[in-house]
C-alpha cells in the first residue's frame, strides 16, 4: 500500500472521529454538566494523522437548581458543531478523493507495465 493511501485512511478515521465526538456534543446540548469534548489532530510518522479526543477544560457558569443544587450548564454552542461538522465532512471528502486519485494511478501505472 501506498504512503498516501495510508494517510488519507488515517485522514478518514480522524474525520469519522470529528463526526462521531460533534454528534455527541449535540446530543449532550442540554445536559447540565456536560463537557465539550474536542478532536486534536497532530501528525505522527509515515505523514499519519492521529486524532486525540479531549475534553474542555474550561469552566462554564453554574446556577442553582429549585433543590437548592449548583450545576455547571453545558458548553455546547450548537453553531460551533456544526462548523466541526463541516470541517469534519470535508476533510473526509478530500481524503477519499485522495484515496481514488491514487487508486486510479496504480490502475495506469500498471496499464503501462502490461
Known amino acids: 500500500m501506498s504512503l498516501l493511501f495510508n494517510s488519507s485512511v488515517s485522514g478518514i478515521r480522524a474525520a469519522l472521529d470529528m ?17 465539550k469534548q ?5 501528525q505522527e510518522q509515515h505523514e499519519q494523522v492521529a486524532a486525540q479526543i479531549t475534553e474542555s477544560s ?3 457558569s453554574f446556577y442553582k437548581t429549585i433543590d437548592g443544587d449548583v450545576v455547571e450548564k453545558s458548553k455546547v454552542k450548537f453553531c460551533e458543531e456544526i ?10 471528502s478530500a481524503n477519499v478523493a485522495a484515496i481514488k486519485g491514487t487508486n486510479e494511478a496504480e490502475k495506469s501505472l500498471l496499464d503501462i507495465m502490461a
Open 58 to 60: 474550561k469552566a462554564s
Open 83 to 92: 462548523v466541526v461538522q463541516i470541517k469534519a465532512k470535508n476533510l473526509l
Open 19 to 35: 463526526l462521531g465526538v460533534s454528534a455527541k456534543n449535540i446530543a449532550s446540548i442540554d445536559y447540565d454538566g456536560h463537557k
Open 38 to 42: 474536542h478532536v486534536n489532530m497532530s
